[in-house]
């Protein structure tokens, strides 16, 4: 018999601030999304104080001085780091995890703990939440049972819980009461829309999901569906990636601090979002066949709008960032439009391929071999010494008049990515 377990930091963006600074411990607290838009993470306090995820934040705003509530921007770069330390933690257990999202994972326990039950997985649930935070600081949930889909629904009801963040699901009757007591939207790989289908068909509950009839199921919620179906059931049909699949396309895309009108100003966007997006595809070693750029205005705005798009096909695979922003900036000039305000842009990189060995152009002219070497040392640099140490300048200066800039006025420093912001201590 399989066992998964579930594993799930609370309130992840929230408690990554919370590691740096103990003073913000049992005070409310928000993460905010790009240019400090909407709440996209809550503290336990903040949740208390009515504040729900994705408020704009100049709906709360009084609320948030009134109480007290710290407000942060998106400190992606922070977040991205402890993510990583969460997930070789868990790696300390065991070789089978797959990571799903920045801040959950599935284990798979093998080497004859799946044999066992009751509260030696409960001792086993808690000794992982117990590494991840004493190695991090990062508080978790975790959530055991014999499928994923029983694995997710355990560690959501143990973030329910007042007697502990560790659940397991393990017998029949424990399982059908905890079925019975899920909303079937709540199933995962349901959601809101497929319940409405199942509402009409008298199926409310996860139980009486998992004992609705196979075909019905597979009428109104295809193979997919059928899978989880069985999952509930305690059949496993879901195995663990432990291995990515390769990826299919890079893409790279802001919407910017304030709208943008000169074609000067969204050419050196787009080149640094290119920058990034050559980056992910040499981490990856991988070489992209087609780019295509994006550009937007802002549609809740009056005035006219535009949405445009322009696709090359470049005539090598390639991973180089110079090539790459040569490509993206003649985009740019052809689906830009004078006149108008732009709010977004963004750089897709498609029919990607491994990097080498690549074919080579008849008229190739590229010293893609010294190109390479270059970049190889520029990612080092501004790895050991933060991103951008070294960058292209047409993708313009560090500045804070670039209108095109991310809003993030309110970003708690990039403790573990940034040697100018490391933590600080001072003996007093």
């Known amino acids: 018999m399989h066992t998964y377990a579930a594993v799930d930091c609370d309130n992840f963006y929230v408690a990554c601030e919370r590691v740096f600074d103990p003073r913000l411990a049992r005070r409310p607290v928000v993460v905010l999304s790009n240019n400090d838009g909407c709440v996209i993470s809550r503290s336990q306090e903040a949740k208390r ?9 100049f709906q709360i705003r009084a609320l948030t001085e009134a109480q007290g509530v710290r407000v942060f921007s998106s400190n992606y770069a922070l977040y991205g780091d402890m993510s990583r330390r969460v997930m070789e933690t868990l790696a300390t257990f065991t070789p089978e995890v797959e990571v799903y999202s920045i801040d959950e994972a599935f284990l798979g326990l093998g080497g004859g703990l799946e044999r066992r ?41 143990a973030k329910r819980s007042r007697e502990g963040s560790v659940r397991h699901l393990v017998g029949a009757r424990e399982i059908e009461e905890a079925l019975a007591r899920t909303p079937a939207e709540e199933v995962w790989g349901v959601g809101r829309r497929l319940a409405r289908r199942l509402q009409a068909e008298g199926i409310t509950t996860a139980l009486e999901l998992a004992r609705a009839d196979d075909r019905l199921i597979r009428r109104r919620m295809r193979v997919t569906g059928l899978r989880v179906v069985h999952e509930l059931r305690g059949v496993p049909c879901l195995p663990l990636e432990l291995c ?10 802001r919407s910017f601090g304030q709208t943008v009108e000169r074609l ?7 080149s640094f979002f290119t920058t990034r997006a050559a980056e992910k595809l040499r981490r990856a070693r991988l070489a992209a066949g087609v780019l295509m750029v994006f550009v937007a ?9 535009h949405e445009g798009s322009a696709v090359v096909h470049l005539p090598v695979p390639t991973a180089l ?8 900036r003649r985009a740019v000039e ?31 002219r590229v010293d893609r071999e010294r190109a390479r070497r270059v970049l190889e040392a520029v990612d080092g640099i501004n790895r050991r010494m933060g991103p951008d140490t070294v960058r292209f300048a047409s993708a313009g200066l560090r500045s804070r008049t670039q209108a095109w800039r991310t809003i993030c006025e309110r970003r708690s420093p990039r403790y573990t990515t940034r040697w100018d912001e490391l933590l600080t201590l001072s003996a007093g």
């Open 117 to 157: 039950r009751g509260e030696k997985l409960l001792d086993y649930g808690h000794a992982v939440r117990e590494r991840v935070r004493r190695w991090t600081g990062l508080p978790s949930s975790v959530g055991i049972a014999p499928t994923k889909t029983l694995a997710k629904l355990a560690v959501r009801l």
């Open 297 to 305: 205005t802002n549609r809740f705005a009056d005035g006219p709008q």
């Open 244 to 253: 990515p699949p390769p990826r299919r396309s890079v893409t790279v895309s």
């Open 334 to 364: 052809e689906a830009f439009r004078p006149g108008l305000r732009y709010k977004k842009a963004g750089v897709m990189l498609l029919e990607l391929v491994p990097e080498s060995p690549a074919q080579r152009g008849l008229f190739d």
């Open 264 to 270: 000067e100003d969204l050419c050196e966007a787009v």
């Open 321 to 328: 960032t110079a090539e790459l922003i040569g490509y993206a």
């Open 49 to 57: 104080l009515g504040i729900r995820m994705g408020a704009p934040l």
